[in-house]
């Protein structure tokens, strides 16, 4: 995008010295008329009266003066026409890379209204969106706008309607002389529709709403306007698709999660409960740390599926450790294929790690084991210490008569303290301490 900008900006101004040379050269011709007559005059000079001498000289000065004028407001109209669009086009450019990062539907909506807005100096615009056989104002600015945010119109009805039904522009100086408007929204707002430009949010499998904009503020909207604002709502349609995509991704990634988390729980119920217990805890410590928004979010799916590699093990059927921790390898394997669950197998996989490099499955070391790993495994041992019932297996245990090493509040902070450096990170079991409290545990 960056270069493209430069390249226009470096037209634009090829444009404006080619103006400036012109007007140079149309200077040039008009001086050198005004010496070749004023040589002409002093040849003819006795043979003039001075009436006829003066009327002659004075017209000369005024075409001379005028030619001037002209030359000079014609290049700087010029040079003027060529610095808005160019201001439009930056915008334009701006604003279509801008709605390109924004994550959030509504966000986006009113984004590009306001920047359609700006961009062409309208009143008011909105945003309608098909929905079956119905057209839905998704977003609209302008006064008594809220009045028609959420309202829904027939998808034949209006200038709309038919800018939809047709997947074509329309731009209209008087909308009272055209049939296609449909005076029913000004009579729900009291807005007076009088000039409107709207255009079509069109993606390869069809028309999805529209762009509408009313009133511009100076005059009438104009073909540039037209130009710009079809290029931009293109984009828009394009952006406003994959804000969707991202969104029903983001709600089938609930949806599985949920479902996930139940299998587990009705799998093992034993744990039921636990995987969400080690998220809050790590995000206490996430708090603290102050981790970003989106390593929060990573880390708190990592802790809700970080047990998931048990779908995949009979817990009644394990008859030694080796198989019982084979279930980090598991849920790593389980989730690696699956893309929005990509970027936390590797976290849950090391889970198991100690610090001391005596943990499973790689033996990692230190800081070599993901922060996240490290905070998972102190919320998994802290709360199967104060909730016996998350270790308590199903069948044969893992080992004859293990159970939790400590119980109760205190005796689980004392046990993270005593493995502080060795199986804990030193550091993130400080942060937790100091960040832990009894009231907090009986909440979760």
């Known amino acids: ?86 201001n439009k086009l930056n915008s334009l450019l701006n604003t279509t890379r801008d709605i390109r990062e924004i994550v959030y539907g509504d966000v986006l909506l009113e984004s590009i209204v306001e920047s359609s807005l700006k961009i062409t100096g309208a009143d008011a615009g909105s945003i309608m969106l098909a929905d079956g056989d119905r057209l839905v104002f998704k977003v609209a600015k302008g006064r008594e706008s809220t ?46 529709t009088k000039t409107v430009l709207c255009v079509p949010l069109r993606l ?66 034993e744990k039921s409960g636990h995987s969400k217990r080690v998220a809050k805890y790590c995000l206490l410590m996430a708090r603290a740390i102050n981790m970003s928004e989106d390593e929060k979010k990573k880390l708190y799916h990592a802790c809700l599926l970080h047990d998931i590699g048990f779908l995949k ?10 198989e019982y921790k084979a279930h980090s390898q598991l849920a790593y394997e389980m989730l690696r294929p699956i893309n929005f669950y990509s970027d936390i197998g590797p976290l849950i996989l090391h889970h198991h790690e100690r610090y001391d490099g005596n943990g499973y499955p790689a033996g990692l070391q230190g800081e070599a084991i993901p922060l996240e790993s490290r905070m998972i495994a102190i919320a998994e041992a802290f709360d199967a210490m104060v ?31 005593n493995n502080s450096g060795t199986q804990f990170d030193a550091e993130l079991v400080d942060m937790f301490v100091s960040n832990i409290d009894e009231a907090f545990v009986e909440e979760v």
């Open 1 to 86: 995008m960056t270069d493209k900008t430069g390249r226009k900006k470096a037209v634009v101004e090829n444009i404006k010295h080619q103006i400036r040379v012109l007007n140079g050269i149309i200077l040039l011709i008009v001086y050198a008329l005004l010496l070749l007559i004023v040589r002409f005059l002093y040849v003819f000079l006795d043979y003039m009266s001075t009436p006829s001498l003066v009327t002659i000289l004075s017209i000369v000065a005024g075409l001379v003066v005028t030619g001037m004028y002209v030359a000079n407001a014609a290049s700087k109209s010029a040079i003027k026409t060529i610095d808005e669009y160019t």
């Open 147 to 192: 009045k028609i945010e959420g309202l829904s119109i027939p998808k034949s009805q209006g200038l709309v309607g038919w800018v939809v039904d047709n997947g074509s522009a329309i731009r209209i100086d008087n909308v009272k002389s055209d049939s296609r408007f449909d005076s029913e929204i000004d009579k729900i707002t009291g807005y007076d």
């Open 204 to 269: 390869n499998s069809g028309t999805i709403g529209a762009l509408e904009l009313i009133n511009k503020e100076k005059g009438v909207f104009s073909s540039e306007d037209e130009d710009l604002i079809t290029y931009f709502a293109d984009q828009a349609a394009i952006a406003i698709a994959m804000t969707k995509f991202r969104e029903d991704q983001k709600n089938f990634e609930i949806h599985l999660t949920d479902v996930l988390l139940d299998a587990m729980d009705t799998h093992i119920h």
């Open 313 to 322: 093990i009979k817990v009644k059927d394990v008859r030694s450790k080796d």
């Open 387 to 417: 909730s016996r019932d998350s270790y308590k297996y199903v069948g044969r245990p893992v080992e004859d008569n293990k159970a939790p090493s400590a119980q109760g509040f205190r005796s689980a902070i004392e046990e993270l303290k």
